[in-house]
């Protein structure tokens, strides 16, 4: 029998015994909603809700939870969400904690609000409490299980994400998750109404029309744990759902007996495994092995929805195999995969909670009854791995990370996971996962890829045998060296390996000065490399064989003797599209300071890697000096812990892998260049088995040694003794000393398919589709793209898909190309205008159900189609004039009877009352005011009348000149009006009653109060009325003067209010527990307690009654005095409460002895074998210890300390710890045995006879003496310099004064090493006794003197060096020429931080100068992304506040001086290019020249130097071979010719204020420009002559702005961040539109692209590249995360556009939307425009 028919007919049997149920309805649901008290989640695509904190935590799995988020995406975590792109198209578990309902891509955004709401609230209501308990108690009948609060989250009429480009669907769901808890337990219900899923699953967002949907996921994960300290898991996890039919049966069935409730326990606080799902209603349950065992696949990440049907065949086959306790212990399980017909075989509930589940083999009795089952033996379940575990896997510490594994405690054995041919992956399936140079193996379990001869490598990724490698990636980051921390931001990490001898490379640019000084040591950063391409000897493997490219290396680095931690990840991400590994690293900890100018040197060192299944581990010690001018020579030493964690294939069975392989590292170089601000660290590496040691050179064979003479390209080939063979590297061919690469793709031997082209790479090549191809599901064969399911064709057009493009052929009866068709009417006739097609549908009611709507507006075309300035409307008689698109021009229309506005004449501005009059009379389709609405009256002169009338209700007011209402002047219907002519008495302002009452007077529409709404009574004055009385309700109460109610006083309705001009008695303030109470009591509505609250009891006096009961309860217990329940004194309903007046036994605290036994023993880093201290009865520290593991004993004093020299090894007699020994170390005696040990030249404190600090004490080699106290702290003010009188330590201190700013600097100092003693040849700075700065100061060790002011800053020009006469620093020093002013950004910085008190707070406003003291561009509060531009006095420029994490494209008005000599400002073009990049870098305008599509880096060149200026725009004039600038510091216009030598030429230099982009218009010898500070738009002809401004309305921002010579049309961009657009108009200022303004943040760059005729822009705000049509239509992303892009151009597909980012010009091709290529220019300066020099005119170009 097939297998769904055993599942039907079980099915069926099971159905026929139980009673029929139906599905629950939505009125079934848990109340939900606004009236429920829910909050809304804000609607979108992926929005997730702020952090709902719980009242008291919850226990997840058996983890704490003390907030929750609810996501659009149906699901519920602990944790705030990640985007929803890293998880919503993935499989299930997911890497973070989640209860998933429904885990799908759904999105509520929707411009009407016809996509549902998501409502969530945590409560404690007892409807709902009990609601939870009841459920639960149906599904775990002893469950002793008492909610205290509950989550209720529901997801209403929710639909799913759908593209914009097809139609909406009508599919919704609905459906809630509800989670209950109380102190110990917490259980979750899934509800599922009928009819609440239709829909079961979504597509991925990138699918490439690949029609594929994914089902629903539904379950439960724990997310991620941490293990061997660095490495991560898949925690337990638990499905629900695993295809579309088990998401269906969601609401079909369930597990409560109730169709569509689905109950599970969730956590435990003590102890809980994975999700228990409730056993009533009787589901099929499914043998073990069938699921719960995570099988050993080799392809982990590529989750397969599994099949979910009964397999009768495989379950007595399975059932052969019992979960013995030794079969547990051989298998892991990871997580609990079960379908909807399947329940969990074995129960992992603690002990006490334990639930009986089906009987699997055993049908459900009749009525659904379930027999007692014998309880199964509980199988303890372990975390796995991220990947499956293998044999030989490691066993994993307790709360420790693993850096060695010990042989011993590893079973290789496995043998209890069954294989079937169901679930085993084969080549055929997945072969794709294997290199393109590799092939793929079957075996009995899997498949395995293995690398083509040649090529190395784990077979996913392969490389040529002999070729030298390259690694490029990003490091990111926050160091702290010393004090001070240093944030790295993605920096370039690359690295070069030359294979062939070991040789491996490997530089980071842009690091700090102070920080890359201090990672010279840290040379296990390059050593990754190192490793993965080691020169491997006989008998060994380099890494990279093993791990292939993608890969996780997690290394912990301690550095001795000042104990600094500093961790790296590194992760491989597998080969770039140039076969370069690319590979990521996170740096963050400590690294020691380490002088500037010093030199480091690595000692050679061998390490031993031990290899598992899955990990590599290393411990080592290394050993390096410093060399410095200050400390001369240093050694220190660090060690190095590491996992690499790689993804490894066990299915061809082979033997197992060598386990220990050892890494000598013979050379090391590190160095870093101040200059460059490069490090580098180079390292020669061989890799051989463990024990291998290197004999002479004379014996060793070249291959082995590294030093023959093969080409970098080619390997080295042992023979017999010394002799070698060089062989060139796969894809390179010559004899070995000198190979060359070959061209695969020229030659033929490329491996590419049809309709795919061949890329040649360094030793290889790779294959990219033609264009209208991608590539199939394989990654390797190019498919057709089929166009036309994104409907590129006009609506009366039909698309024909082909192979490689498609066509558009106009339907019968139309004509065109296609792309645009209409009707025809004859051959000369031409298509309809808008306008003719608006009246003509009009006209023929097409709009109106196929008749003409009677008295509708008309409008009136003239005889070329176009729309006449002047409409009117034939009915109303109303005429206004209209714009070139048929739109009303504001302010035009006239009403009968009144000459029309003349509509040639230009037009002015609304003014603020048109606008708003406007906004509300075409708010109806015809364009007439709402009936009801108030519609502001405006004079002829736009301005508001000055009375105002609501033509409704009647009512009218006096307004200002802003239309704001003059307070006091409003009339009701029927009075009348106030003179609004006649100056205002004296205004009276609103009293807090009257604003009070207002406010809810003016909540309706038309300003009355809400029905029902309280409204406070105020009397003549304004004061509130002393009694108070709710017109609705009837009751009523006292008020004190600020409106507050009176406590006491409130009456109910009917009865007498009370007298509230009677004085009240005395009253006392509320105690806190009256404040407990009543804030409880008068929760709801009505100012009655919620029931089932609990609510404090209080005596007379107001203090907490001692005995506190709960009334829905029935629990009672003690208190004190603060409210706070008094341990052990909780009783439950029914019992004796206790005697709360009678003294609790004194409890003794716990002692230092228990406090350390306690945390030995329960804290997460305990682990076996770890030292647990033995105390007394009274909670002392016995006097002998002995450690249980190793047998140690020794004596220790009171505080535990062991007492030295009693210490026994195993077996030996323990030392008498009664006996007197001599006296315990004092302090001051084990702080200086502590520094005799350690570098000379540190201060050794002296101590007393007795072992007390001498009351003076003296630096040896400094010669400075201080006091100090008993405890060693030094007395401020004792400090003498060497030479000098030391102070009298036994005189008493004077008063003490607050420490100045000079003795707080040199205490910092004195005391800056870990252990605080000042580091010796640090700079102390000398005080006076007053504590002021010395005016000379001196350094102790270099000799050099200088002098300084009161700040302690150094005076420029006084420094001496030693030996030499010094500066006398009490004689005023002549300003030097050099030397400039304070400025006023340094003296407004200076100001403020004084202000501050000198540590201004992260979100407090600091001025941010230049170093030459200018304003920066960009000014921010503090530490926050609050920015804004300012210009060169610091002020503010209009429109640039952003508040987000983007700052504002701020442009620096002064040009940084230049200390350089000057070179000349003439042209020195490249030569030789036909097309090459021009681009603005401060004072120099670069030539990049193109070599076909590519960035010829190898060319480049200053086309132009520029001293003192700024260049902005840049454009080209292709006729006249001359290149167009903007200079923001000079404030003028200029060009120069592309000839050598010529010179620049100032075309306009006046009424400049910001001149940004610049476009030359080469076909009408014009050009435009865009002025940011005055935001104009200019144009003049391209000598200057001719100026005239087009714009100079509505601009904030303009920033780029483009021409396009064909068509006529100006394009430009305002990045204003309130509402940022991109404009068009014709180039003579007519037909101004906006193109684009929706979905835009700051759009700094604009081009077009002459080949579709498409304009495109770069975002930095949104980060996007983006196209659209001048009609607004076709808008396409092509690159979804640039980094901060400012200009741009095209060229051939490609556009180049200049980042800030990067400070380099970035290629990215249209058609593979990648980037490309990359030019980093040696200056690292902000880049500005970019245009296009070509030998001759482009077709097509702008």
Same mark, same amino acid.
């Given at each position: 029998?097939?297998?769904?028919?055993?599942?039907?007919?079980?099915?069926?049997?099971?159905?026929?015994?139980?009673?029929?149920?139906?599905?629950?309805?939505?009125?079934?649901?848990?109340?939900?909603?606004?009236? #429920?008290?829910?909050?809304?989640?804000?609607?979108?695509?992926?929005?997730?809700?702020?952090?709902?904190?719980?009242?008291?935590?919850?226990?997840?799995?058996?983890?704490?939870?003390?907030?929750?988020?609810?996501?659009?995406?149906?699901?519920?975590?602990?944790?705030?969400?990640?985007?929803?792109?890293?998880?919503?198209?993935?499989?299930?578990?997911?890497?973070?904690?989640?209860?998933?309902?429904?885990?799908?891509?759904?999105?509520?955004?929707?411009?009407?609000?016809?996509?549902?709401?998501?409502?969530?609230?945590?409560?404690?209501?007892?409807?709902?409490?009990?609601?939870?308990?009841?459920?639960?108690?149906?599904?775990?009948?002893?469950?002793?299980?008492?909610?205290?609060?509950?989550?209720?989250?529901?997801?209403?009429?929710?639909?799913?994400?759908?593209?914009?480009?097809? $139609?909406? #669907?009508?599919?919704?769901?609905?459906?809630?998750?509800?989670?209950?808890?109380?102190?110990?337990?917490?259980?979750?219900?899934?509800?599922?109404?009928?009819?609440?899923?239709?829909?079961?699953?979504?597509?991925?967002?990138?699918?490439?029309?690949?029609?594929?949907?994914?089902?629903?996921?539904?379950?439960?994960?724990?997310?991620?744990?941490?293990?061997?300290?660095?490495?991560?898991?898949?925690?337990?996890?638990?499905?629900?759902?695993?295809?579309?039919?088990?998401?269906?049966?969601?609401?079909?069935?369930?597990?409560?007996?109730?169709?569509?409730?689905?109950?599970?326990?969730?956590?435990?606080?003590?102890?809980?495994?994975?999700?228990?799902?409730?056993?009533?209603?009787?589901?099929?349950?499914?043998?073990?092995? &069938?699921?719960?065992? #995570?099988?050993?696949?080799?392809?982990?990440?590529?989750?397969?929805?599994?099949?979910?049907?009964?397999?009768?065949?495989?379950? @007595?086959?399975?059932?052969?195999?019992p979960l013995t306790e030794d079969s547990a212990r051989q298998v892991s399980y990871g997580s609990e995969d079960v379908p909807l017909t399947s329940e969990p075989r074995y129960s992992f509930e603690p002990a006490g909670r334990q639930y009986a589940p089906l009987n699997p083999q055993e049908n459900v009795p009749a009525g659904g009854a379930q027999q007692p089952q014998e309880q199964q033996p509980q199988v303890p379940l372990e975390v796995v791995d991220v990947y499956p575990p293998h044999r030989n896997e490691p066993p994993l510490s307790p709360g420790g990370h693993v850096v060695s594994v010990d042989e011993d405690d590893v079973d290789f054995e496995t043998g209890v996971i069954q294989y079937t041919t169901e679930n085993k992956e084969t080549c055929a399936r997945f072969q794709q996962q294997c290199s393109q140079n590799a092939f793929c193996s079957d075996y009995a379990t899997g498949f395995c890829c293995h690398c083509k001869p040649g090529f190395y490598?784990?077979?996913?990724?392969?490389?040529?045998?002999?070729?030298?490698?390259?690694?490029?990636?990003?490091?990111?980051?926050?160091?702290?060296?010393?004090?001070?921390?240093?944030?790295?931001?993605?920096?370039?990490?690359?690295?070069?390996?030359?294979?062939?001898?070991?040789?491996?490379?490997?530089?980071?640019? @842009?690091?700090?000065? %102070?920080?890359?000084?201090?990672?010279?040591?840290?040379?296990?950063?390059?050593?990754?490399?190192?490793?993965?391409?080691?020169?491997?000897?006989?008998?060994?493997?380099?890494?990279?064989?093993?791990?292939?490219?993608? +890969?996780?290396?997690?290394?912990?680095?301690?550095?001795?003797?000042?104990?600094?931690?500093?961790?790296?990840?590194?992760?491989?991400?597998?080969?770039?599209?140039?076969?370069?590994?690319?590979?990521?690293?996170?740096?963050?900890?400590?690294?020691?300071?380490?002088?500037?100018?010093?030199?480091?040197?690595?000692?050679?060192?061998?390490?031993?890697?031990?290899?598992?299944?899955?990990?590599?581990?290393?411990?080592?010690?290394?050993?390096?000096?410093?060399?410095?001018?200050?400390?001369?020579?240093?050694?220190?030493?660090?060690?190095?812990?590491?996992?690499?964690?790689?993804?490894?294939?066990?299915?061809?069975?082979?033997?197992?892998?060598?386990?220990?392989?050892?890494?000598?590292?013979?050379?090391? +170089?590190?160095?870093?260049?101040?200059?460059?601000?490069?490090?580098?660290?180079?390292?020669?590496?061989?890799?051989?088995?463990? $024990?291998?040691?290197?004999?002479?050179?004379?014996?060793?064979?070249?291959?082995?040694?590294?030093?023959?003479?093969?080409?970098?390209?080619?390997?080295?080939?042992? =023979?017999?003794?010394?002799?070698?063979?060089?062989?060139?590297?796969?894809?390179?061919?010559?004899?070995?000393?000198?190979?060359?690469?070959?061209?695969?793709?020229?030659?033929?031997?490329?491996?590419?398919?049809?309709?795919?082209?061949?890329?040649?790479?360094?030793?290889?090549?790779?294959?990219?589709?033609?264009?209208?191809?991608?590539?199939?599901?394989?990654?390797?064969?190019?498919?057709?793209?089929?166009?036309?399911?994104?409907?590129?064709?006009?609506?009366?057009?039909?698309?024909?898909?082909?192979?490689?493009?498609?066509?558009?052929?106009?339907?019968?009866?139309?004509?065109?190309?296609?792309?645009?068709? +209409?009707?025809?009417?004859?051959?000369?006739?031409?298509?309809?205008?808008?306008?003719?097609?608006?009246?003509?549908?009009?006209?023929?009611?097409?709009?109106?159900?196929?008749?003409?709507?009677?008295?509708?507006?008309?409008?009136?075309?003239?005889?070329?189609?176009?729309?006449?300035?002047?409409?009117?409307?034939?009915?109303?008689?109303?005429?206004?004039?209209?714009?070139?698109?048929?739109?009303?021009?504001?302010?035009?229309?006239?009403? %009968?009877?009144?000459?029309?506005?003349?509509?040639?004449?230009? &037009?002015?501005?609304?003014?603020?009352?048109?606008?708003?009059?406007?906004?509300?009379?075409?708010?109806?389709?015809?364009?007439?005011?709402?009936?009801?609405?108030?519609?502001?009256?405006?004079?002829?002169?736009?301005?508001?009348s000055p009375l105002q009338c609501h033509g409704s209700i009647g009512h009218c007011w006096c307004v200002d000149s802003s239309g704001q209402e003059r307070p006091g002047t409003r009339t009701l219907p029927g009075t009348t009006p106030k003179d609004c002519d006649k100056p205002d008495e004296p205004e009276h302002f609103k009293t807090q009653c009257e604003h009070h009452r207002d406010s809810i007077q003016t909540t309706s529409p038309e300003g009355h109060p809400g029905v029902g709404v309280y409204v406070p009574q105020c009397d003549a004055s304004g004061q509130y009325t002393p009694l108070q009385c709710h017109g609705s309700s009837g009751y009523c109460w006292c008020v004190d003067k600020s409106g507050q109610e009176r406590e006491g006083t409130r009456t109910f309705p009917g009865t007498p209010p009370k007298d509230c001009d009677k004085p009240d008695e005395r009253e006392r303030p509320k105690t806190f527990c009256e404040h407990h109470r009543d804030s409880?009591?008068?929760?709801?509505?009505?100012?009655?307690?919620?029931?089932?609250?609990?609510?404090?009891?209080?005596?007379?006096?107001?203090?907490?009654?001692?005995?506190?009961?709960?009334?829905?309860?029935?629990?009672?217990?003690?208190?004190?005095?603060?409210?706070?329940?008094?341990?052990?004194?909780?009783?439950?309903?029914?019992?004796?409460?206790?005697?709360?007046?009678?003294?609790? &036994?004194?409890?003794? %605290?716990?002692?230092?002895?228990e406090h350390h036994k306690d945390r030995a023993q329960s804290s997460p880093e305990a682990y076996p074998g770890a030292f647990v201290p033995q105390c007394d009865t009274n909670g002392q520290y016995i006097q002998l210890q002995c450690h249980g593991s190793t047998g140690h004993c020794w004596c220790v004093d009171n505080r535990g300390q062991e007492r030295a020299g009693t210490r026994t090894p195993p077996g030996a007699t323990p030392t008498d710890c009664d006996k007197p020994d001599v006296r315990p170390k004092t302090d001051c005696e084990q702080r200086r045995d502590s520094v005799r040990t350690t570098s000379p030249g540190v201060f050794v404190p002296q101590c007393d006879a007795n072992g007390q600090y001498t009351s003076q004490q003296c630096h040896s080699s400094s010669g400075h003496c201080w006091c100090v106290d008993s405890s060693g702290q030094e007395r401020p003010g004792t400090r003498t310099p060497p030479g000098a009188q030391p102070k009298d330590?036994?005189?008493?201190?004077?008063?003490?004064?607050?420490?100045?700013?000079?003795?707080?600097?040199?205490?910092?100092?004195?005391?800056?090493?870990?252990?605080?003693?000042?580091?010796?040849?640090?700079?102390?700075?000398?005080?006076?006794?007053?504590?002021?700065?010395?005016?000379?100061?001196?350094? $102790?060790?270099?000799?050099?003197?200088?002098?300084?002011?009161?700040?302690?800053?150094?005076?420029?020009?006084?420094?001496?060096?030693?030996?030499?006469?010094?500066?006398?620093?009490?004689?005023?020093?002549?300003?030097?020429?050099?030397?400039?002013?304070?400025?006023?950004?340094?003296?407004?910085?200076?100001?403020?931080?004084?202000?501050?008190?000198?540590?201004?707070?992260?979100?407090?406003?600091?001025?941010?100068?230049?170093?030459?003291?200018?304003?920066?561009?960009?000014?921010?509060?503090?530490?926050?992304?609050?920015?804004?531009?300012?210009?060169?006095?610091?002020?503010?420029?209009?429109?640039?506040?952003?508040?987000?994490?983007?700052?504002?494209?701020?442009?620096?008005?002064?040009?940084?001086?230049?200390?350089?000599?000057?070179?000349?400002?003439?042209?020195?073009?490249?030569?030789?290019?036909?097309?090459?990049?021009?681009?603005?870098?401060?004072?120099?305008?670069?030539?990049?020249?193109?070599?076909?599509?590519?960035?010829?880096?190898?060319?480049?060149?200053?086309?132009?130097?520029?001293?003192?200026?700024?260049?902005?725009?840049?454009?080209?004039?292709?006729?006249?071979?001359?290149?167009?600038?903007?200079?923001?510091?000079?404030?003028?216009?200029?060009?120069?010719?592309?000839?050598?030598?010529?010179?620049?030429?100032?075309?306009?230099?006046?009424?400049?204020?910001?001149?940004?982009?610049?476009?030359?218009?080469?076909?009408?010898?014009?050009?435009?420009?865009?002025?940011?500070?005055?935001?104009?738009?200019?144009?003049?002809?391209?000598?200057?002559?001719?100026?005239?401004?087009?714009?100079?309305?509505?601009?904030?921002?303009?920033?780029?702005?483009?021409?396009?010579?064909?068509?006529?049309?100006?394009?430009?961009?305002?990045?204003?961040?309130?509402?940022?657009?991109?404009?068009?108009?014709?180039?003579?200022?007519?037909?101004?539109?906006?193109?684009?303004?929706?979905?835009?943040?700051?759009?700094?760059?604009?081009?077009?692209?002459?080949?579709?005729?498409?304009?495109?822009?770069?975002?930095?705000?949104?980060?996007?590249?983006?196209?659209?049509?001048?009609?607004?239509?076709?808008?396409?992303?092509?690159?979804?995360?640039?980094?901060?892009?400012?200009?741009?151009?095209?060229?051939?597909?490609?556009?180049?556009?200049?980042?800030?980012?990067?400070?380099?010009?970035?290629?990215?091709?249209?058609?593979?939307?990648?980037?490309?290529?990359?030019?980093?220019?040696?200056?690292?300066?902000?880049?500005?425009?970019?245009?296009?020099?070509?030998?001759?005119? =482009?077709?097509?170009?702008?």
């Open positions: 029998m097939e297998r769904g028919e055993i599942l039907a007919v079980y099915l069926l049997c099971w159905c026929c015994s139980v009673c029929v149920v139906t599905a629950i309805q939505r009125a079934d649901m848990f109340p939900y909603g606004n009236l #429920s008290g829910d909050a809304s989640l804000e609607v979108g695509d992926d929005v997730t809700s702020p952090v709902l904190s719980l009242p008291k935590p919850l226990y997840f799995y058996n983890d704490p939870v003390s907030q929750l988020y609810v996501a659009t995406n149906g699901i519920i975590s602990t944790q705030e969400l990640l985007m929803e792109k890293q998880y919503v198209d993935d499989g299930f578990p997911t890497d973070f904690p989640v209860v998933a309902p429904f885990l799908a891509d759904i999105d509520t955004s929707d411009e009407k609000g016809q996509r549902g709401q998501i409502y969530y609230r945590v409560t404690e209501i007892p409807s709902v409490l009990n609601k939870v308990a009841q459920e639960v108690h149906r599904g775990f009948p002893d469950a002793k299980f008492t909610p205290t609060h509950a989550v209720v989250a529901t997801w209403e009429n929710v639909a799913a994400y759908e593209e914009r480009t097809t $139609g909406r #669907s009508n599919k919704v769901n609905t459906f809630q998750a509800v989670i209950g808890y109380d102190e110990t337990d917490s259980y979750v219900l899934f509800l599922y109404p009928q009819d609440g899923l239709n829909f079961f699953g979504t597509r991925p967002k990138e699918s490439y029309n690949v029609e594929i949907e994914l089902p629903a996921r539904v379950g439960f994960s724990r997310g991620e744990i941490v293990y061997m300290f660095f490495n991560r898991k898949q925690g337990p996890h638990y499905s629900v759902t695993s295809d579309e039919q088990s998401v269906k049966n969601l609401y079909q069935v369930g597990n409560t007996g109730i169709p569509g409730v689905w109950l599970f326990h969730t956590g435990n606080r003590y102890s809980f495994d994975n999700i228990v799902p409730a056993s009533t209603g009787g589901l099929l349950a499914t043998p073990p092995g &069938e699921y719960g065992i #995570s099988l050993d696949t080799t392809t982990p990440e590529y989750d397969e929805y599994p099949d979910n049907g009964f397999d009768h065949d495989n379950q @007595e086959e399975e059932d052969d195999y490598g784990n077979g996913h990724h392969c490389l040529p045998e002999g070729a030298p490698q390259r690694v490029s990636g990003k490091m990111s980051g926050t160091l702290t060296v010393g004090s001070t921390p240093v944030d790295l931001n993605n920096i370039d990490l690359h690295a070069y390996i030359v294979v062939g001898d070991g040789r491996a490379y490997t530089a980071i640019s @842009e690091v700090p000065e %102070p920080l890359g000084w201090a990672l010279m040591p840290v040379a296990p950063i390059g050593e990754l490399f190192g490793w993965l391409f080691a020169l491997e000897l006989p008998n060994s493997q380099a890494g990279f064989k093993i791990t292939g490219a993608e +890969f996780t290396r997690r290394a912990e680095v301690i550095f001795y003797p000042s104990n600094q931690r500093l961790s790296i990840i590194q992760t491989g991400r597998g080969l770039d599209e140039h076969n370069h590994l690319t590979v990521d690293t996170e740096v963050n900890g400590n690294v020691p300071f380490i002088p500037p100018g010093a030199e480091v040197t690595m000692d050679p060192f061998k390490e031993t890697y031990q290899y598992y299944p899955s990990v590599v581990t290393s411990t080592s010690v290394r050993e390096f000096s410093v060399v410095s001018a200050e400390r001369g020579s240093e050694s220190f030493s660090f060690q190095l812990k590491q996992n690499i964690t790689y993804r490894d294939c066990r299915h061809d069975n082979r033997a197992a892998a060598v386990e220990t392989l050892q890494i000598t590292m013979e050379r090391a +170089f590190v160095v870093y260049v101040k200059e460059e601000r490069i490090l580098r660290y180079a390292i020669t590496n061989k890799i051989s088995p463990v $024990g291998v040691e290197p004999v002479g050179p004379e014996l060793v064979n070249p291959c082995y040694a590294g030093n023959h003479d093969c080409d970098t390209t080619a390997q080295c080939i042992p =023979l017999e003794g010394q002799a070698f063979n060089c062989q060139c590297a796969t894809g390179y061919r010559g004899d070995g000393r000198n190979c060359y690469d070959i061209d695969e793709c020229a030659e033929g031997l490329g491996t590419c398919g049809a309709h795919s082209q061949c890329v040649n790479l360094p030793g290889s090549h790779r294959c990219q589709c033609q264009s209208g191809y991608e590539f199939g599901f394989d990654g390797r064969t190019c498919v057709d793209v089929d166009e036309c399911s994104s409907s590129p064709c006009h609506i009366n057009a039909r698309c024909i898909n082909g192979l490689g493009s498609f066509q558009c052929q106009c339907q019968l009866g139309f004509y065109g190309d296609g792309f645009y068709c +209409f009707q025809q009417e004859g051959q000369t006739s031409r298509p309809k205008s808008q306008c003719e097609q608006h009246r003509d549908s009009l006209q023929s009611g097409v709009e109106h159900g196929g008749r003409p709507s009677l008295g509708a507006f008309i409008p009136q075309c003239d005889s070329d189609g176009r729309y006449r300035p002047l409409q009117c409307h034939g009915s109303t008689g109303h005429c206004w004039c209209v714009d070139r698109r048929g739109q009303e021009r504001a302010g035009t229309r006239t009403p %009968p009877g009144t000459a029309p506005t003349d509509c040639d004449r230009p &037009e002015r501005p609304k003014t603020p009352c048109e606008h708003h009059r406007d906004s509300i009379q075409t708010t109806s389709p015809e364009g007439y005011p709402i009936i009801g609405a108030y519609v502001p009256q405006c004079d002829a002169n736009g301005q508001y409880v009591q008068t929760t709801s509505p009505e100012g009655h307690p919620i029931p089932g609250v609990f609510v404090p009891q209080c005596d007379t006096n107001g203090a907490y009654r001692s005995q506190q009961c709960h009334s829905s309860s029935g629990h009672c217990w003690c208190v004190d005095s603060n409210g706070q329940e008094r341990p052990g004194t909780r009783t439950p309903p029914g019992t004796a409460p206790k005697d709360c007046d009678k003294p609790d &036994e004194p409890e003794r %605290p716990k002692t230092h002895c330590c036994d005189k008493p201190d004077e008063p003490q004064r607050p420490k100045t700013q000079c003795e707080h600097h040199r205490d910092n100092i004195l005391n800056s090493s870990p252990d605080g003693y000042p580091v010796v040849g640090v700079f102390v700075p000398q005080c006076d006794a007053d504590g002021q700065y010395m005016s000379q100061q001196c350094h $102790g060790s270099t000799g050099q003197c200088w002098c300084v002011d009161r700040r302690g800053q150094e005076r420029a020009g006084t420094r001496t060096p030693a030996g030499v006469a010094r500066v006398d620093c009490d004689r005023p020093v002549p300003v030097a020429p050099t030397q400039r002013p304070e400025s006023v950004c340094e003296r407004w910085r200076a100001s403020l931080i004084e202000h501050y008190g000198g540590k201004p707070e992260p979100q407090q406003y600091v001025p941010q100068c230049e170093p030459d003291g200018q304003f920066s561009p960009v000014q921010c509060y503090g530490e926050t992304t609050y920015c804004w531009c300012v210009d060169q006095d610091g002020r503010e420029v209009p429109g640039t506040r952003s508040h987000d994490v983007v700052k504002p494209a701020c442009l620096p008005s002064v040009a940084p001086p230049t200390v350089r000599p000057l070179p000349r400002p003439d042209v020195t073009p490249p030569t030789n290019t036909d097309v090459t990049l021009l681009y603005a870098q401060g004072q120099k305008i670069g030539a990049l020249p193109l070599n076909g599509t590519r960035l010829d880096a190898s060319r480049s060149k200053t086309l132009l130097t520029l001293h003192g200026s700024i260049v902005v725009g840049l454009s080209y004039d292709c006729k006249e071979n001359q290149v167009y600038w903007t200079d923001l510091s000079a404030r003028t216009i200029n060009r120069a010719s592309m000839e050598s030598g010529a010179e620049p030429e100032i075309l306009i230099n006046t009424n400049l204020v910001s001149p940004e982009g610049l476009a030359v218009d080469v076909k009408r010898r014009l050009m435009f420009w865009v002025d940011s500070n005055p935001d104009v738009i200019e144009t003049a002809n391209l000598d200057g002559s001719g100026r005239r401004t087009l714009f100079d309305a509505d601009l904030v921002n303009p920033r780029a702005i483009i021409v396009v010579s064909s068509t006529g049309t100006l394009y430009w961009t305002d990045w204003n961040r309130e509402a940022p657009k991109i404009e068009s108009s014709s180039v003579d200022g007519q037909n101004r539109r906006v193109v684009v303004s929706d979905g835009i943040g700051l759009p700094n760059a604009l081009t077009y692209d002459s080949s579709s005729g498409q304009i495109c822009w770069a975002d930095a705000g949104t980060k996007r590249l983006e196209c659209i049509f001048p009609d607004g239509s076709g808008r396409k992303v092509i690159h979804a995360t640039l980094n901060y892009p400012f200009s741009m151009v095209y060229y051939r597909n490609h556009f180049y556009y200049t980042d800030w980012r990067r400070d380099g010009v970035i290629a990215v091709s249209k058609d593979s939307s990648q980037f490309t290529d990359e030019y980093l220019p040696d200056q690292r300066s902000h880049l500005y425009g970019i245009a296009i020099a070509t030998s001759h005119c =482009l077709s097509g170009s702008h």
